[in-house]
């Protein structure tokens, strides 16, 4: 960990208002996500996972496939996309208008969705939203996408050493400044948006008053784009651009080939091509080609009376 004079940075900036609330889950259910986190990152041990989410979670599932879409709505950060072809494939689509380190939380967060509730997605589509975070299976679905890229004994390792460092015996006397420059670089090690850093030092019991933080959190997140020793990563991490995955493109022929061997009608491809903001112009030729399908068909069977009849 790179060391910051953070007592002169911090006296730079300061603002006040943040809200941001997430209700607690059960002892029982947050157990149940660590070992499902721990089961999935088996790879990485306690290793800083980031942009290798992407890797990790098409080897484990080879079904999910990733596409970049540029979604108007800014509170869109992901979904979770099940063809209505009756595969078992599945899609995870990622708001390329969103920073990198949005799109790896994302990544993780869907990754969830697909294990838990691939069934009730086959029904619908699923578009996630990190501001509203009032129901149950979005705030475990978070939960998990937290456990699985920062996990409690990489957490517990690396505020240990921390508190080495600064020769410092328990991490209650850490102050505000001292807390603050650790949820910078840990941000960075661990590739994962600042806000989800701040919560995993509160869901593990190392800060007691979250509020201060969150309140803090423009400030803190200046903070770090400022710090030149971190400029390459930052700079990356907060860009939109997303080189760590390959879209597989294959949307449109997943939809192509439901639609023309029946497993989807006209009116739901094009309304799952809208939910997707596809090229509706791409979409619009292959189901147009129904029309050109029986008319080629009608001039077969012509062609087949005409030559019954020459044969007598």
């Known amino acids: 960990m790179t060391s910051i004079d ?5 006296e730079q ?3 006040t208002e943040y809200d941001f609330n997430t209700a607690s889950l059960t002892l029982n259910e947050i157990a149940e996500i660590k070992r499902l986190a721990r089961e999935k990152r088996v790879d990485y041990a306690s290793a800083p996972m980031g942009t290798g989410v992407f890797n990790l979670i098409q080897r484990q599932s080879q079904e999910i496939r990733f596409e ?24 995870i689509i990622l708001n390329s208008n969103k920073p990198l380190v949005n799109q790896v939380f994302t990544a993780a967060h869907e990754f969830y969705h697909y294990i838990k509730d691939y069934q009730v997605f086959k029904e619908r589509p699923y578009i996630c939203d990190f501001s509203i975070l009032k129901d149950v299976n979005e705030k475990k679905a978070c939960r998990f996408a937290a456990e699985l890229l920062f996990p409690e004994e990489a957490l517990k390792r690396d505020i240990n050493d921390y508190c080495r460092r600064l020769n410092i015996k328990e991490v209650k006397t850490l102050d505000f400044a001292q807390i603050a420059s650790f949820i910078i670089v840990m941000t960075v090690k661990y590739q994962m948006p600042l806000k989800a850093v701040i919560y995993r030092l509160a869901e593990e019991k190392y800060i007691g008053n979250v509020k201060e933080y969150i309140e803090n959190y423009d400030f803190i997140k200046k903070v770090l784009q400022e710090i030149k020793i971190f400029d390459k990563q930052v700079s990356e991490l907060y860009s939109t651009d997303n080189n760590f995955i390959i879209p597989y493109s294959m949307t449109y022929q997943d ?12 009116e739901e491809i094009l309304r799952d091509a809208e939910i997707l903001s596809l090229d509706m112009n791409i979409v619009n030729d292959f189901v147009s080609r129904e029309d050109e399908v029986s008319d080629d068909e009608m001039d077969d069977e012509e062609l087949f009376s005409i030559i019954n009849a020459k044969r007598g």
Not at 6 to 10: L, Y
Not at 255 to 266: H, L, Q, R, V
């Open 6 to 10: 953070n007592n002169e940075i911090f």
């Open 13 to 15: 900036y300061y603002q």
């Open 68 to 91: 970049l879409v540029s979604f108007e709505s800014e509170k869109i950060d992901g979904m979770l996309y099940i063809p209505t072809s009756g595969q078992e494939r599945a899609y």
């Open 255 to 266: 939809m192509e080939k439901a639609f023309s061997t029946g497993n989807a009608s006209k």
